[in-house]
């Protein structure tokens, strides 16, 4: 299997334009989770789905972020508009059972 | 979940075993242990997990106190591709709870020549 993959891998914007970041987890996962790591703040979990429903998503920052899951081998996280306080490393990660499975990030930089 | 606490930094030389403590005293009956670690610029990686037997496999091992307050991950000859940052997390496992991993500061593991 290929892992969790995530696109793109790197992401350079302005501020106030719209990003989506994209994952792909793997096959026969039925957990999906977004993940932000800054210094700051660390490695923090911002929503996650089970069988494509979002189940807690307590951890989006506010209204600009927003994260869809229209199958179970796709799932999309948009930032709009965005502001240089979003740049981070995005990271998706897929489970089936207790162990989660994390892919290689996207690092968006916001200007 | 019940927090967890790490040593920020520690240091081992390369072929030796590096002993990375976690406590974590307030972990209830159900809560498992699990450790990550993130090397630079990767996604953090699973190592192993368990509830309160000791538990091996082909990466490390992981010592949990009979009390359950405590554990330390073994990494029995360390290489300098161990350098990392390593997270030790306790956690409840359950349909309602889904696998939400909160991840602290973790211990910087670095492994000198």
């Known amino acids: 299997d290929a892992g969790v993959i995530q696109s793109p891998r790197h992401e350079v914007t302005e501020m106030g334009q719209e990003v989506t970041l994209r994952c792909k987890p793997i096959s026969g996962h039925d957990y999906l989770f977004w993940y932000r790591q800054t210094m700051m703040r660390g490695l923090e979990l911002l929503i996650y789905f089970n069988n494509n429903v979002p189940i807690d998503d307590s951890g989006m920052p506010e209204d600009r972020f927003s994260a869809k899951m229209p199958n179970a081998s796709f799932s999309t996280l948009k930032i709009q508009p965005s502001e240089p306080r979003d740049s981070a490393v995005y990271f998706c990660a897929s489970s089936l059972t207790e162990t989660q499975y994390f892919g290689p990030g996207t690092r968006l930089l916001v200007l | 979940d019940a927090k967890t606490t790490q040593p920020p930094s520690m240091d081992c030389a390369e072929g030796r075993a590096a002993n990375l403590p976690c406590n974590h005293s307030?972990?209830?009956?159900?809560?498992?242990v699990y450790w990550y670690r993130q090397i630079h610029s990767q996604g953090p990686q699973y190592i192993i997990h368990g509830l309160k037997n000791n538990e091996t496999n082909e990466m490390a091992s992981l010592i949990i106190t009979e009390d359950r307050k405590s554990s330390t991950l073994i990494l029995p000859h360390a290489t300098l591709r161990d350098t990392a940052v390593y997270y030790c997390?306790?956690?409840?496992?359950?349909?309602?709870?889904?696998?939400?991993?909160?991840f602290g500061e973790g211990t910087q593991l670095t492994v000198n020549p």
């Open positions: 307030t972990i209830s009956g159900n809560e498992y």
């Open positions: 997390i306790v956690r409840v496992w359950g349909e309602t709870s889904g696998s939400r991993l909160t």
